[in-house]
């Protein structure tokens, strides 16, 4: 390392060493020169040469200063430049790992999606059905006289074979807590369902009773634009307004089950009470539900082996898969999707 002086004598050239003198080099000739100009070694000497002894010695002390305190900040600098550089490795082969991991994690994610695409050909039905029903629609519109998401059709639009698919629904969302309401198909399969509800709310009661007198009074409500609905309105007064077995859900129940083991869970049960969340999360575009029911979700592969658990070959896989099932986390994942359609719920009595 070359130090220029700053002011006076070259400090190397005082001290004697080359410029491509090592630290201890340096010590080790100022300790000689230590040893030759201290002033303690020149006590019998006249003064002028105590003097001069003295000088020369503040000379050596300052150069040896000069070059310590240069190579003290040259092994700092090349300290930092180490350990800048060890950083940025580490960096580098954090960023590699994270890379290798994501990409791992991928390519797992691919062989377990396409597993179950190869071990379940009921959901490639599903979808190729999904997939066809989008298509029918895109290319022949049918009207949406329910859906908060189509308020422009007009009921002359809607096809009168509609008015018979107006159901009374019962929902328990919890414990002795049960409401009613009605459910219409938006077309003959039923894959399609609207409520009643009014500005985007789902409309429950807490007596068949005040449901009758509440659609008897008023027309303020989507499912008002149903060709015959005069019609509808004397079904309902009568005794077709009770809620049958079929129609009556148990979503609380469902909740209170999925905590014990797979050997209690009943799979129709929790077949219905899921289709029927996914079409109230449809039509009343609860985002946070249908994420929950999303294809590949835990409800989605519970429901999944659930619709195939009674086959003879593909249901002994099923049942396999049930069995090794935690039903705490599925119940946590129901209570959230009930929550979720609670958001949108608006009691009437």
């Known amino acids: 390392m070359d130090v220029m002086p700053s002011d006076g004598p070259d400090p190397y050239t005082l ?23 201290h002033p303690d070694r020149h006590q019998s000497s006249s003064a002028s040469v105590r003097a001069e002894v003295t000088q020369q010695m503040q000379r050596i002390n300052a150069a040896y200063k000069q070059l310590r305190d240069a190579h003290e900040r040259e092994a700092r600098a090349r300290q ?21 991991r994501e990409r791992a994690d991928r390519e797992r994610e691919d062989r377990k999606r396409e597993a179950r695409e190869r071990k379940d050909p009921e959901r490639q039905r599903r ?13 022949h519109p049918r009207a949406r006289w329910t859906h908060p998401g189509y308020p422009g059709t007009s009921p002359a639009e809607t096809p009168s074979s509609l008015a018979s698919t107006v159901h009374p629904i019962a929902i328990a969302l919890r414990s002795g807590e049960r409401g009613y309401t009605l459910r219409a198909y938006l ?23 005040s449901m009758r007198k509440y659609l008897a009074r008023t027309e303020a409500h989507e499912l008002a634009g149903i060709p015959d609905w005069e019609g509808v309105l ?16 148990e979503f609380d129940l469902i909740a209170h089950s999925l905590r ?35 294809v590949g979700s835990p409800l989605d592969h519970l ?28 119940s946590i994942l129901w209570r959230k999707a009930i929550r979720g359609v609670e958001e949108r719920v608006r009691w009437l009595r």
């Open 15 to 37: 001290l004697g060493v080359t410029r491509a003198a090592s630290v201890a080099e340096i010590r080790e000739r100022y300790l000689l020169l230590v040893q030759i100009w």
């Open 260 to 294: 014990f083991s797979p050997t209690q869970w009943v799979p129709a049960l929790f077949i219905n009470n899921r289709d029927l969340i996914r079409e109230l999360a449809v039509a009343f575009s609860i985002d946070d539900v249908l994420n929950l029911l999303t």
């Open 127 to 139: 979808e190729r059905q999904a997939r066809e029903r989008e298509t029918r629609e895109r290319e």
């Open 234 to 249: 004397e079904r309902i007064g009568g005794a077709e307004t009770e809620p049958d077995d079929e129609n009556c859900y």
């Open 80 to 100: 930092d430049r180490e350990r800048q550089a060890r950083e940025r490795q580490t960096r580098e082969r954090h960023d590699r790992e994270r890379a290798d």
């Open 303 to 330: 429901d999944d082996l659930f619709r195939i658990v009674d086959r003879p070959i593909a249901g002994w896989s099923a049942r396999r898969q049930l069995a090794s099932l935690q039903g705490g986390q599925a």
């Open 187 to 209: 077309d003959d399969q039923r894959t399609e369902a609207a409520f009643l509800g009014d500005q985007g709310r789902l409309l429950l009661f807490r007596s068949v009773a």
